[in-house]
């Protein structure tokens, strides 16, 4: 979400209004266009005296008489032929504006086209936004009130209204989710089951080979996350589980990755990318590797797998993992994307294979 402040400018236009004068007795007054006497009525404009059918529009060269006139450049106009030479027209019906106008991003317009056709509405209450404002990543825009008092959706970042998201609902588990991302929200367990081969299809295919054969998926909710998770992060979306056994003539290793139920399906395709690439590190990566390396490097899993789809919800999911602040999924993502920059992806697993932080420079 970003906030963006909203300026629009109400501006009027001035027009002057002629007034006939009567000739006070013994005055003498000379009309500044024929230059004769003037013995009856008379109109005065910045000091000068006029015949009344001798006051002229500039361009017309009909008389203004008593009518309303505009000045401009030291020259008098009538309202027809001032609206056709100088008058701002309107940024949207193109015709020209007389009186109350509003001036935005450079462009003027009627007041009632710009109310209308082109001021911003809120799209939780439809009224013209006033003040700060809202834009969703979906370019909704939303009245600044409303933050903090209607949810949004936990995987979207949508507000949740009829109108934007044609509702949604609180689970279980207390998570939000709209209706849009309702659509492909992963509830069952085959689906989930095969996108995870799916996943690992695509990792693989990178060079990303995971030599395990047995990964048992579990599809559960917030509470059931939490009580596996040592961190208890209450964002967390998934987590990859490792047990080892020694026995007398081998050794056996369990993995186990947990996802949350509900989520829309690409949020599923990254969050199981990143826990599959955690699988990978365990089995290749030197033990206790720099945190930022590890979840940096996730995160690039989660990114590669992301560009074999299309869409806006893509595009939603990548800048997510982009622009994320935290100094380990975010920055440490941001390091690995440098690394991979100088020396590809081949040189970033041989780093993760013989490393435990980041190399100097990255």
């Known amino acids: 979400m970003k906030m963006y402040p909203f300026?629009?400018?109400?501006?009027?236009?001035?027009?002057?209004?002629?007034?006939?004068?009567?000739?006070?007795?013994?005055a003498e007054l000379i009309c500044e266009y024929c230059k004769r006497p003037i013995t009856g009525e008379y109109i005065q404009v910045?000091?000068?005296?006029?015949?009344?059918?001798?006051?002229?529009?500039?361009?017309?060269?009909?008389?203004?008489?008593?009518?309303?006139?505009?000045?401009e450049n030291d020259k008098y106009y009538c309202m027809s032929c001032y609206q056709t030479l100088f008058a701002p027209r309107c940024a949207y019906c193109n015709r020209p504006i007389n009186g109350e106008y509003i001036q935005h991003d450079g462009k003027s317009y009627h007041k009632e086209c710009y109310d209308?056709?082109?001021?911003?509405?809120?799209?939780?209450?439809?009224?013209i936004i006033q003040g700060r404002y809202i834009v969703d990543f979906w370019g909704n825009v939303y009245c600044a009130k409303h933050e903090g008092k209607i949810p949004q959706c936990e995987s979207c970042g949508r507000f949740i209204s009829q109108q934007v998201t044609n509702g949604g609902f609180e689970m279980a588990d207390g998570r939000h989710i709209c209706g849009i991302c309702l659509r492909t929200a992963v509830v069952e367990f085959d689906e989930a089951s095969h996108l995870l081969d799916v996943v690992r299809g695509h990792l693989d295919r990178a060079g990303i080979v995971i030599k395990q054969e047995a990964i048992t998926l579990h599809l559960v909710d917030q509470r059931e996350l939490r009580e596996v998770s040592p961190s208890h992060w209450?964002?967390?979306?998934?987590?990859a589980v490792f047990e080892e056994y020694e026995a007398d003539t081998y050794r056996l290793r369990t993995f186990d990755v947990y996802i949350l139920s509900g989520l829309p399906r690409i949020k599923f395709i990254a969050v199981a990318a990143h826990e599959l690439m955690h699988v990978w590190q365990?089995?290749?990566?030197?033990?206790?590797?720099?945190?930022?390396?590890?979840?940096?490097?996730?995160?690039?899993?989660?990114?590669?797998?992301?560009?074999?789809?299309?869409?806006?919800?893509?595009?939603?999911?990548?800048?997510?993992?982009?622009?994320?602040?935290?100094?380990?999924?975010?920055?440490?993502?941001?390091?690995?994307?440098?690394?991979?920059?100088?020396?590809?992806?081949?040189?970033?697993?041989?780093?993760?294979?013989t490393e435990k932080n980041f190399p100097a420079g990255y």
């Open 7 to 26: 300026i629009a400018a109400i501006l009027l236009g001035i027009f002057l209004t002629a007034v006939v004068i009567p000739v006070v007795d013994g």
């Open 116 to 127: 209308r056709h082109v001021a911003l509405r809120c799209a939780l209450c439809g009224e």
């Open 234 to 239: 209450p964002d967390q979306l998934g987590i």
């Open 282 to 353: 365990y089995l290749e990566s030197p033990r206790g590797n720099n945190a930022a390396l590890c979840e940096g490097s996730c995160q690039y899993a989660a990114s590669l797998v992301l560009q074999n789809y299309a869409g806006k919800e893509v595009e939603y999911n990548l800048t997510s993992i982009a622009n994320d602040p935290s100094e380990m999924y975010g920055e440490g993502f941001r390091r690995v994307r440098r690394l991979i920059e100088k020396k590809g992806l081949g040189g970033w697993l041989d780093v993760l294979r």
């Open 46 to 71: 910045d000091g000068k005296c006029y015949h009344p059918e001798h006051f002229l529009c500039e361009k017309c060269r009909k008389p203004i008489g008593t009518g309303q006139y505009y000045k």
